[in-house]
C-alpha cells in the first residue's frame, strides 16, 4: 500500500498536469511523460493495474489524476531523467548568469537587473524550496576562540585612540604610538598663518579674510622655482593620483597667480590652497633636496591655512575636494599617520555633497563632467587602497554610484584591449578589490571557498600590456625596451603590479598563519596550504620587485616609503618561513628576507626605521641561525643581539591582535627624525644582487587568449587624463633594462607555485589548481576561527622568543 505522503505527493503532481493540459484545452498530455498510444482498444489505462475500462477510470478519478488516464503516465514514473533535465538546465542557467555578470560589468558597476538575488534562486533543486515561506536560520561561524580576530585598539593616557584592523600592515601597528608632527613648528612665516593652519578645518570667525589671503600670496615662491617645483609635481608624483589635471592646473591656478597686472592676485582660497599643496608634494620629493625638508613642510602648512580662510564645511566646492585630496597625498607621501584617514572622510563627504552621482545627467559641458567623473573615481581609488593598508572599512558604497568612469577602454594594433593607468586602477579598485574588501574583509569571518574565490580574481584581472613590468608575471623582455618609456609610465607599471601582489598577500596572511598554527612542522600538509603557497609568492614577489625598483631609482623609490611599509609586513611572513627547516622554500625565503633587510639597511634613517630594523635584523639573524643548525626554530638568541621591544602587548599590536594597548605619554612630543641627506640618484652604484621571484599567471586580454607582445616602436608618454593634456617625458630619468644593466636577471627563477619542493612529501596532487581556482576537494567550510586571529597570534609569538 502506497504510504500517505505518496499518495499527497501524487495528488499534487497530477493537479499540475491538469492544469497544464486545461491550458491547451485539451486532454493531451506533454510528450515528456506521454506513453506511446496502444494499437486498438485499450485493455487499461497505464497507471491502473484493475481498470474499469471507462475512461478516465474510476481508480484514476479517486486518485484525482483522472486528467492522464489512460495514456499518461505520472512524473515520478520518469524521475531520474527529470533531475538529469533540471540539473542541466540549473547548469545552463548558471553559465548565463556567469556571462551576463561579466560583459554587464565592463559597461556598469552595477548589477544587471536580472541578476537580483530572488531571480538568482530559479536554479535552486526543488528539494531545497520550502513551502511554508520559513527563511532558513542563517549559520553562524564558531565563535569558540575569536577574541583576537578583530585587530588592534590602541588608547593612550590621554585619550588619543587608534585602531588597526585585520588587514592592516604591521608597520603601521608598530608605529601607532607615535606623536604627530606639530603643524607650524620652526617655521619662518608670519604668526598668524600657523595658527590659522592649527585652525584647520575650521574658520575663525574675527578672520580678516583678505590680509591673511594676501600675507599667504606674499610667501608665495618666485616664478621660475614654482614652475620647476610644480613641474617635479606632475613627473614624481601626479601619476599616481591626480586631483587635478596639468592643464587645468595651469589655467586655472597657476596663471591666475603668476600672470597678474595687479600687486595680489585675485584669487580664491581653495585655488591658492591647491598652489601650496602642488609646490609642497613637489619639494618632497625633489631628488636634489633632502628628504622630508623644511620648506616642504612649510608649503603644506601654507596650504592648510588657505583652506581655513574659507571654511571647507561652508564653502563646498570642488576646488576644495582637489585640496583636501592633495593634502591627503602628501600626508600620505610624507608619513603623516593621525589626520590623514580623518581627512580623507572629510573629502569623501564633500564629494558626496557636491554629487557623486553621474554629471552627465545635468547636461554640463563635457569637460567639466570629465572632471567631476575623474574627481570622483580618483577619491575612490584613494579610498578603497587606504581602507586596504588600515584594516578599516571603504567610505563609499558602489550601490549608490553610477558615475561613469572617465575613461574607455581601447584596442591596440594587435587586437589587445588596452587601456591608461587611470582607467584601469579605476577599474581594478571598483570591479575588484572593493568586492575582495567586502567579502574577505568584512566583519563576517570568510569560508576558506570565499578566499579562494577572491584570490582567483584578483589574478585573473586584466592588466593590459601598456602597464606590464618586463620580467615580471611572464611579461617578456624584448626589444621593447628599445623605446624607452618615462618615469611616469615606469612607476606606473610598478604600482600595478604591486597594488594585486599586496593585494593577494593579505587575503592569504590570516590562512598562512592558520596553517602554521594547525602544522608547525609541516605547513604543506594543512588544508590551507594554498594559502602558505601564496603568501609565501605574494611576499616574495613583492619584495623583489621593490628591489628592482629602488636600484633603478633609489632617491624617488624612498620617498615613497609607503612601499616599505608592505615590505616589512612581507618580512613577517618570509621569516616565519625561514625558520622552518623543513621546507624546501626555507632557503628562498631567507634569501628574500636578506634582500628585504638590505633595502632597509640602504634608506636614509628616519624614526620608524630605528623601530623596525632591529626586528627584521633579529628575524634575519634566527633564520640563519635556523638554518644553520645553530638553535632550534623558536629559541631565543644570544643576548648580544639588537633589543626590540620586550613588552608583550606591544609586539602583540604589532601584528593587529584584537587587544587593547595602554600607551604612556612620551616625556615630550616626539617628532620624527629624518636625517638631512639622501642617496643621489645613481641607478649604476648598487651592486648587483640576483633577485628571484615567483612568476604569476599570464595576463590575458578578456575577450582573447593570444599571447602578448610588447607594441615595437610606440612612445609611452604618460596617458593624460585630459584632451588638453599632454605630459612632457623626464629625460633625467629614463627607463632602462635592470638586467643588463644592474646585473638583475630576469624574474624567472619560479616556474610554478612549487618552486624548491625537490622532496616528493610536500607535492600533493590537491595543490595543482591552486591558482587557478582553488583545491579540488576544499569544500566550502566555515573557518572555527577567523584567519586574523591566526594571524596575530603568529606575529606575537614570533617576537615573544626574541
Keep these: 500500500m502506497p504510504s500517505s505522503d505518496q499518495f499527497t505527493l501524487s495528488f499534487l503532481l497530477s493537479s499540475l498536469i491538469k492544469y497544464m493540459a486545461s491550458a491547451d484545452n485539451s486532454r493531451s498530455v506533454s510528450p515528456l511523460v506521454q506513453r506511446t498510444k496502444r494499437r486498438g482498444t485499450a485493455l487499461s489505462c497505464a497507471e491502473c493495474r484493475r481498470c474499469s475500462r471507462v475512461f478516465p477510470c474510476g481508480n484514476c478519478v479517486k486518485k484525482g489524476c483522472g486528467a492522464i488516464c489512460p495514456d499518461g503516465a505520472f512524473v515520478l514514473a520518469n524521475t531520474e531523467d527529470l533531475h538529469d533535465k533540471i540539473s542541466q538546465l540549473a547548469t545552463r542557467v548558471r553559465q548565463l548568469e556567469d556571462a551576463l555578470a561579466h560583459s554587464h560589468s565592463i559597461s556598469s558597476p552595477q548589477p544587471h537587473p536580472l541578476l537580483s538575488d530572488d531571480l538568482l534562486q530559479i536554479k535552486r533543486p526543488l528539494e531545497r524550496e520550502r513551502t511554508d515561506g520559513a527563511q532558513p536560520k542563517e549559520k553562524k561561524p564558531d565563535t569558540n576562540d575569536t577574541i583576537d580576530a578583530m585587530g588592534s585598539l590602541s588608547i593612550s593616557e590621554r585619550g588619543r585612540s587608534t585602531f588597526f584592523g585585520q588587514t592592516a600592515n604591521s608597520w603601521n601597528e608598530q608605529g601607532s604610538d607615535e606623536e604627530e608632527k606639530s603643524p607650524g613648528s620652526d617655521l619662518s612665516i608670519p604668526s598668524d598663518v600657523p595658527w590659522l593652519s592649527y585652525a584647520f578645518p575650521f574658520t575663525p570667525a574675527s578672520l580678516n579674510k583678505d590680509a591673511v589671503r594676501n600675507n599667504i600670496i606674499a610667501l608665495l615662491p618666485d616664478p621660475s622655482l614654482a614652475q620647476h617645483l610644480c613641474e617635479l609635481y606632475y613627473r614624481h608624483a601626479a601619476w599616481m593620483y591626480t586631483p587635478v589635471s596639468k592643464h587645468e592646473f595651469y589655467e586655472m591656478v597657476y596663471r591666475p597667480i603668476y600672470n597678474t597686472e595687479t600687486g595680489f592676485p585675485i584669487i580664491g582660497s581653495h585655488y591658492l590652497a591647491i598652489m601650496f599643496m602642488v609646490l ?112 578599516r572599512p571603504p567610505s563609499f558604497a558602489l550601490a549608490h554610484i553610477d558615475t561613469e568612469k572617465p575613461f574607455a577602454k581601447t584596442k591596440s594594433a594587435h587586437g589587445e584591449v588596452e587601456m591608461s593607468f587611470a582607467a584601469w586602477k579605476h577599474s581594478f579598485c571598483s570591479e575588484c578589490l572593493s568586492v575582495v574588501m567586502e567579502q574577505a574583509f568584512g566583519a563576517r569571518p570568510p569560508s576558506y571557498k570565499v578566499i579562494q574565490d577572491m584570490d582567483k580574481k584578483v589574478r585573473s584581472f586584466y592588466v593590459p600590456p601598456s602597464l606590464q613590468i618586463p620580467g615580471f608575471g611572464k611579461a617578456p623582455i624584448g626589444q621593447e625596451l628599445e623605446q624607452q618609456p618615462a618615469i611616469q609610465l615606469i612607476m606606473q607599471r610598478y604600482i600595478a603590479f604591486a597594488i594585486r601582489e599586496i593585494s593577494l598577500f593579505y587575503l592569504h596572511r590570516g590562512f598562512f598563519a592558520r596553517a602554521l598554527e594547525d602544522s608547525p612542522n609541516d605547513p604543506m600538509g594543512s588544508k590551507y596550504a594554498p594559502s602558505v603557497l601564496a603568501a609565501y609568492t605574494s611576499a616574495c614577489s613583492f619584495v623583489s620587485l621593490i628591489d628592482s625598483m629602488f636600484r633603478q631609482y633609489p632617491v624617488l623609490t624612498e620617498r615613497m616609503w609607503f612601499l616599505f611599509t608592505h615590505v616589512f609586513s612581507c618580512s613577517i611572513v618570509l621569516g616565519s618561513i625561514a625558520c622552518k627547516v623543513q621546507m624546501a622554500i626555507a632557503p628562498s625565503a631567507l634569501s628574500h628576507l636578506d634582500t628585504a633587510h638590505k633595502l632597509f639597511l640602504s634608506t636614509n634613517q628616519n624614526s ?38 620586550s613588552e608583550e602587548d606591544e609586539l602583540a599590536a604589532l601584528g593587529g591582535m584584537t587587544r587593547l594597548v595602554p600607551r604612556k605619554p612620551s616625556s615630550a612630543p616626539s617628532t620624527p627624525s629624518y636625517s638631512g641627506s639622501s642617496p643621489k640618484s645613481d641607478p649604476a652604484s648598487p651592486s648587483p644582487v640576483q633577485s628571484t621571484i615567483p612568476e604569476q599567471s599570464p595576463y590575458h586580454s578578456p575577450d582573447q587568449t593570444t599571447t602578448w607582445q610588447y607594441p615595437m616602436g610606440q612612445e609611452y608618454a604618460e596617458q593624460s587624463q585630459y584632451p588638453h593634456y599632454t605630459p612632457e617625458g623626464d629625460s633625467s630619468m629614463r627607463y632602462s633594462n635592470p638586467q643588463l644593466q644592474h646585473g638583475i636577471s630576469p624574474m624567472n627563477g619560479m616556474t610554478d607555485p612549487y618552486f624548491g619542493y625537490s622532496n616528493t612529501q610536500y607535492y600533493r596532487p590537491e595543490y595543482e589548481n591552486t591558482f587557478n581556482g582553488g583545491l579540488q576537494n576544499a569544500g566550502d567550510f566555515n573557518l572555527p576561527v577567523e584567519t586574523g586571529d591566526s594571524w596575530h597570534n603568529l606575529v606575537a609569538s614570533q617576537y615573544k622568543t626574541m
Excluded at 616642504?296 to 585630496?325: C, H, K, M, N, W
Excluded at 597625498?329 to 553621474?358: C, N
Excluded at 623596525?612 to 643576548?639: D, F, Q, T, W
Design 280 to 391: 609642497a608634494i613637489g619639494t618632497l620629493l625633489d631628488t636634489d633636496r633632502p628628504s622630508h625638508s623644511q620648506e616642504a613642510t612649510q608649503y603644506y602648512e601654507l596650504g592648510r591655512a588657505a583652506l581655513a580662510v574659507d571654511s571647507v564645511f561652508e564653502e563646498q566646492s570642488i576646488p576644495a575636494i582637489q585640496a583636501l585630496l592633495l593634502m591627503c597625498h602628501y600626508m600620505f607621501l610624507d608619513d603623516i599617520e593621525g589626520p590623514r584617514w580623518a581627512t580623507m572622510g572629510i573629502v569623501v563627504k564633500l564629494a558626496q555633497s557636491v554629487s557623486h552621482r553621474d554629471s552627465g545627467k545635468w547636461n554640463l559641458d563635457s569637460d567639466e563632467t570629465l572632471r567631476r567623473r575623474f574627481l570622483l573615481w580618483e577619491i575612490f581609488t584613494y579610498d578603497s587602497w587606504q581602507s586596504l593598508t588600515y584594516g
Design 608 to 645: 620608524r626605521k630605528a623601530k623596525v630594523l632591529p626586528i627584521l635584523h633579529r628575524l634575519k639573524e634566527r633564520a640563519h641561525a635556523v638554518l644553520a643548525g645553530i638553535v632550534a626554530a623558536g629559541s631565543p638568541l644570544s643576548s648580544g643581539s639588537p633589543p626590540v621591544k
